[in-house]
């Protein structure tokens, strides 16, 4: 079957360090992955994009990385703040053109001052 | 630039009643999409249109929900008659191609 996973234990970590995030997915083939983020009683925000055919993205201090035989990317926040906290999606473009997205079901991060 | 509108942002109703979300996208978006979002899941996809056309609502529960996009523009989903596991948020997103922007999303709770 098909399934998008992300870590379903909230992520707890001291500001300053590096967050790292887990999407895995299984038996799809996206064109695009993306990850949002959202906060309580607010619907998500897109963060960044990336290509079935790139490896890494990144922007300011937020970075992606795209593994297409592993199924998997991975989302890190460098130089964490208490800021940062809120839930994170991934969601993948199954094919390109069709403009269909699927979200994963989200890891809550707090970052603890 | 205007964001996506949608109201009301919060709803409580008995089961078996009816419902209704309103939802406006941001201006000159071809692609409105209407998810449900369990609370501690991921958004779930209900229907995508493109201008005033459905593209997939394979996931729609069409016994009882229903929606519609009059003249490419506004949209609305309707629940009736809403069950206890319709308790949800309700977002309603558009796009351009490229990645969704999301409204703030209206709370279901279905007594």
């Known amino acids: 079957s098909q399934k998008i996973e992300q870590n379903s234990e909230a992520l707890n970590i001291q500001e300053g360090k590096t967050a790292t995030l887990t999407c895995n997915y299984t038996n799809y083939s996206p064109a695009y992955l993306q990850w949002y983020r959202q906060d309580p009683g607010r619907g998500p925000v897109f963060l960044l994009l990336i290509r079935e055919n790139e490896k890494e993205k990144r922007k300011e201090r937020l970075k992606v990385t795209f593994d297409t035989t592993l199924k998997q990317s991975l989302f890190h926040i460098t130089a964490s703040q208490p800021a940062d906290s809120a839930t994170y999606l991934c969601?993948?473009?199954?094919?390109?053109?069709?403009?269909?997205?699927?979200f994963g079901t989200g890891t809550r991060l707090k970052v603890l001052a | 630039e205007a964001g996506v509108a949608q109201s009301p942002r919060y709803k409580i109703i008995e089961k078996r009643q009816s419902v209704a979300f309103w939802c406006n996208p941001i201006?000159?978006?071809?692609?409105l999409y209407w998810y449900q979002q369990i609370l501690g899941q991921g958004p779930k996809l209900l229907i995508q249109?493109?201008?005033?056309?459905?593209?997939?609502d394979s996931q729609l529960p069409k016994d009882r929900f229903s929606a519609e996009r009059l003249k490419g523009v506004d949209s609305t989903l309707k629940i009736q008659p809403a069950k206890l596991e319709d308790s949800a948020v309700y977002l309603c997103?558009?796009?351009?191609?490229?990645?969704?922007?999301f409204g703030p999303g209206t709370r279901l709770t279905v007594l």
């Open positions: 249109f493109q201008n005033n056309g459905v593209v997939d």
């Open positions: 969601a993948l473009e199954l094919a390109s053109g069709t403009y269909k997205y699927i």
């Open positions: 997103a558009s796009s351009l191609g490229g990645h969704l922007f």
């Open positions: 201006s000159g978006h071809a692609t």
